[in-house]
């Protein structure tokens, strides 16, 4: 079956613009999470989806935000771009709410570079 | 909140020697720990996971141990072959901070023919 899928797989934008990026969840599966993955930082989680509603948020500005649609498929925005926002963006997809149960997959990323 | 350390940061072996890689966790209700592969220009793939109810884990060459008193946990690598050059991730799952992946730093492992 389909893995996570992430487009698109390479960005490029301009200080001051927004970007929006697309996460496709396994089949099934009901649960998206987003990290965002930098040389410096290494991992850190943004946000989680479940059945359309933000449950769980880290420690990021308001200029990054979410949503999830009723297929499951999940989409983040950021906007104001920043120099700092350049960054790999993994999705993760889960079967439920309780990952520990579950396990996460990742998709390949989104590669934003911002100029 | 929850803090994961991992080392080292990196691990030179040659083909066919073990490798161990060590982490860390501050979270003591922590329930599940992945860990985690990633190749050049891909996502993290899981390739092993434990739950807090057990010690020990193998798959194959790979295996992971859990010591919750002391809140820290391993991956064994035996019989390494250049395939398994990449960076290893390992994480929890930080109960207390509403269940995301808290992830240690990477260890960029390097096996040699």
């Known amino acids: 079956k389909a893995g996570v899928t992430q487009t698109p797989r390479y960005l490029i934008k301009t200080r001051g613009q927004q970007v929006t990026l697309s996460c496709s969840p396994i089949s099934g599966h009901r649960s998206v999470s987003w990290y965002q993955q930098t040389p410096g930082q290494g991992l850190q989680f943004l946000f989680e989806?479940?059945?359309?509603?933000?449950?769980n948020k880290g420690n990021f500005p308001g200029r990054f935000s979410g949503r999830q649609f009723s297929n499951s498929r999940s989409e983040m925005n950021v906007s104001t771009l920043e120099l700092g926002d350049s960054a790999l963006y993994l999705c993760?997809?889960?079967?439920?709410?309780?990952?520990?149960?579950?396990?996460?997959?990742f998709g390949s990323g989104t590669r934003l570079t911002v100029v | 909140g929850e803090n994961v350390e991992q080392h080292p940061s990196t691990l030179s072996v040659q083909e066919g020697d073990s490798a161990v890689i060590k982490c860390t966790y501050s979270d003591s209700a922590s329930n599940y720990f992945p860990w985690y592969k990633q190749e050049l220009g891909k996502g993290p793939q899981l390739i092993i996971d434990i739950r807090s109810n057990v010690g020990e884990k193998k798959d194959q060459r790979i295996a992971v141990t859990l010591n919750k008193t002391a809140k820290h946990f391993s991956l064994h690598i035996t019989e390494t072959q250049p395939e398994d050059s990449a960076v290893y991730f390992c994480a929890a799952l930080g109960v207390s901070q509403g269940g995301k992946l808290i992830f240690g730093q990477g260890t960029e492992l390097s096996v040699k023919p």
């Open positions: 993760a997809s889960s079967l439920g709410i309780h990952g520990a149960n579950y396990g996460y997959t």
């Open positions: 989806y479940f059945s359309e509603t933000q449950r």
